[in-house]
């Protein structure tokens, strides 16, 4: 590959002509049959049955109309390659209940309390209106402007209009669109099922197509029109990470990798993705920031937009864009870790938290934290789509990048093939302040979105268990202001998602961490006890714990409980559907 092939059209919009269809559809595009096909979606627990009924639904609609509603079934308000966003807050949706129905603030947030859900609140306390004439471009064009308007007063002003156009129904599922979540149990993945079944295609195909786009309703739009190949590559919005399994020890990968295979050192900061290319001045609505004519964006594992939060690295991975001779361009999508770093030593991941969900660093803390950028894989490059290339392929193409050091460092990539050779290396990796090792297939394909056994990790020897607050309580002491003990649970199984309490713990974070997590749990609380000492949350936030040891306990539903747990880090970084699971902790109780 030559880094001098420039994929010029690589940036372009496919061709989605999104005009109306002539006479077709202005009634199935109605907003009421979107909420009543929602209604009908989140009735059924069949995946089949939920993209059964949207594939017919689809079926209805004209382009335009079928690209809205795949992507609010989708959950996203705008396509996922835009950096557009409503930015509407649960307080004012609350104030435009309030306006609407005339109820008090108090009794609204008891209703919340008890329903769980501001769209179950609103269908229950929403006038009556028998008739709306809301359809789905009305809601569109409701919503680019609620994403205009700067201010919460003037944004809210915006939201009691469209509402006040809508049914109960509508409005309920208006209020879920700008929450951010519809909750009927639908994840994207039906949705592109759904798109699969409608235009006849493999459902593989596309989820490839809406990868390469960053846009399920366009390419909704391509699918049902046979014009899936028309689809090429859009840099700007985060593609899905692969993810590593556990090797259980070196016997098992031994087992798993035969033969030849690369060694990683395991870095212990943030999973980022990078894209980098020449900026497009037609495009300002996309993801990152532009620094002397070349965008760069970096996305977290939560597929969140961070690059405001990194300001240090933009620079040195904008260089990269650049190439090696005068003139020439590259355009680039990244897979790695950022890491604290100072001169050549990296630094505990503690540093790293103190600049986690910061959004606006100030000068003092990036000097006192310094982080690195270190690319371990390279999915895109000049028009080419790499994840399907080997991973010595990729390496290859990786090796030859002109990498800013130190800023912009590449992961040294081994080749082992004996695995009793690791102990020795697992030490050398700690002894570099890494968290131990990653062991990959030397053939394997990159595969978005996807934990397989082509990535092994092989972690530290003391046991932890990522693990997600389901309850936080008043704590003792000084923090007594604060809700500072936290009840975890773990999944049931990888497949099956129910929560089941592990353990309590409330030592481990500093006064600020508790601070903010206090504010956060009062802001996400579903359920009060023991006149507000206890608080069910929200299950978002995930802890890694450490512990003496399992032991079997009846005092949790998952029949063990963790003896002298201890909070080693919030782990902003990873999802809750990404915790462990109950076979996990199984396992720590018998060893
Ligand atoms: P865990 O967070 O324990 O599930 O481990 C998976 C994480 O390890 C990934 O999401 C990355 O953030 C991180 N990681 C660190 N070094 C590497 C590496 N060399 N290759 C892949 N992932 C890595």
Known sequence: MTSGDLGANSLTTPVVKVGV??????QMGAFRRFAQVAEQVGATTKRLAKSAL?????????DEQL?????????YVFPLKEQRTTKVGGATLLSALMLITKIELETLKTQLVKLGDLGDVTAAVFPDR???????????????????????????????????????????????LLSGDLRIGLKEGAVEDAIARLAKQKVERIQ?????????????????????????????????????????????VSRLLPGEFAVEDKYDGIRAQAHIA???????????????GIRVALFSRTLDDITT?????????????????????????????????????????????????????????????????????????????????????????????????????????????????????????????????MVKALNSTYKPGRRGKDWLKIKRAIATLDVVVTAAEVGTGKRSRFLSDYTFAVRASETDPTLLNVGKAYS????????????????????????????????????????????????????????????VRIRHDKPPEEIDTLETVRRLAET
Request: charged content about 25%; proline content about 5%.
């Open 130 to 176: 028998a008739l709306s004439s809301l359809d789905l471009t009305d809601v569109a064009i409701a919503l680019e402007q609620i994403a205009k308007t700067k201010g919460s007063k003037r944004k809210l002003e915006w939201v009691v209009k469209l509402l006040k156009r809508a049914t109960p129904l509508e409005a309920k599922y208006l209020i879920k």
């Open 309 to 437: 939060s990194f300001p240090d690295l933009l620079a040195p991975l904008a260089a990269l864009a650049r190439g090696t001779e005068e003139g020439e361009t590259t355009e680039l999508i990244l897979d790695g870790e950022i890491v604290p770093f100072r001169g050549e030593q990296i630094l505990p991941f503690q540093e790293l938290q103190k600049r986690l969900g910061r959004k606006a660093p100030t000068e003092k803390l990036l000097a006192e934290v310094p982080v690195a950028f270190v690319a371990y894989d390279l999915l895109y490059q000049n028009g080419m789509v790499l994840i399907e290339e080997p991973y010595v392929q990729r390496q290859a193409a990786l090796t030859m990048l002109p990498l800013a050091i130190p800023r912009v460092r590449r992961a040294v990539s081994q080749r082992f093939s004996d695995a009793t050779a690791l102990d020795a290396e697992f030490l050398a990796a700690r002894d570099r302040g890494n968290e131990g090792l």
């Open 21 to 26: 269809d002539s006479g077709t559809g202005a």
């Open 278 to 292: 020449p900026a497009d001045p037609a495009n300002k609505s996309a993801h990152g920031i532009v620094i002397d």
């Open 508 to 567: 481990g974070l500093t006064d600020l961490e508790v601070t903010e997590l206090s504010t956060w749990f009062q802001a996400h609380t579903v359920q009060e006890f023991a006149h507000g000492k206890v608080h069910v949350v929200e299950p978002q936030i995930v802890l890694e714990v450490t512990f003496d040891r399992v032991q079997l306990s009846k005092r949790h539903k998952s029949g063990y409980a963790l003896r002298f747990p201890r909070i």
């Open 208 to 252: 490839w197509v809406n990868m390469l786009l960053g846009d399920i309703g366009a390419t909704a739009v391509l699918a049902r029109h046979g014009q899936l190949e028309q689809a090429q590559m859009q840099l700007f919005h985060p593609i899905k990470f692969m993810l590593a399994s556990p090797a259980e020890d070196l016997v098992e």
């Open 67 to 75: 690209a809205y509603a795949a992507r609010y079934f989708a959950g």
């Open 54 to 62: 949207l594939g017919h639904y689809f079926n209805s609609l004209s």
